[in-house]
């Protein structure tokens, strides 16, 4: 257990769906990250929040959506999504966005498939 | 650029040594990462190198040269439970990590 969870663990969804992605840290963090992560290829960061604002959007598409409620609640709204969007989508937090050694605490990821 | 290299597969035996490499071109360094993920679960931090020189934790081992743009990670007395994707990373001038690929590691009996 890292201290941050992600619901649900696994979605299947279709182009014309909308969904949305949670993650909780318990950890009294105060930055969250969405990353996704493609089989053998870098972990891409999607968004981070610092202090539920946004401090960084590495230009993702609109269809991608973040919201951040307050500093220990991440969600990513998904819509009219297409097949390579199809990956494992993980969500992390940190006590600080900045700083040399800002150890990031990973959630499981939730299993994105998009048919 | 920033690149982050490092093999894609490796394969030891139960009880070696195995050696992970990881060769870096970023822009800026505020150090180094290494995390474990066993498949289907969240990576772990493994250890975090900023100065030059090996960082030693129980079996698991940490090396860092800043001139060279290399670090390496070394595994000693392998078990089983040590087969997993091994993820290197670096932090830069703008304390964002840029992530490697990751080495996928598999453990023979």
């Known amino acids: 257990e890292t201290g941050v969870t992600q619901t649900p663990r696994h979605l299947v969804m279709g182009m014309t769906n909308k969904k949305s992605l949670k993650c909780e840290q318990h950890l009294g963090h105060n930055a969250m990250y969405w990353y996704k992560q493609s089989a053998k290829k870098p972990l891409e960061l999607m968004f981070v929040y610092s202090l539920e604002e946004r401090v960084e959007n590495n230009s993702v598409p609109s269809r991608f959506s973040p919201e951040c409620p307050n500093s220990s609640h991440l969600f990513l709204h998904l819509h009219t999504l297409q097949p390579e969007d199809s990956a494992l989508y993980l969500c992390a937090s940190s006590q600080d966005r900045g700083g040399p050694y800002n150890e990031q605490f990973f959630g499981p990821g939730t299993r994105l498939t998009v048919l | ?109």
């Open chain 2, 1 to 109: 650029g920033q690149n982050i290299d490092q093999p894609t597969e490796m394969t030891a035996t139960e009880g070696a040594i195995v050696q992970i490499n990881c060769t870096y071109q970023t822009s800026g360094f505020n150090g180094l990462f290494w995390y474990q993920q066993h498949a289907g679960e969240a990576p772990t931090f493994l250890s975090y190198n900023v100065l030059d020189g090996l960082e030693e934790k129980g079996r698991f081992s940490s090396f860092l040269s800043r001139s060279k743009g290399y670090s390496y990670l070394l595994l000693k007395e392998l078990q089983m439970k040590d087969s997993a994707s091994y993820l290197c990373a670096t932090v830069d001038s703008n304390y964002q990590l840029i992530w490697g690929a990751g080495t996928k590691l598999i453990i023979k009996p």
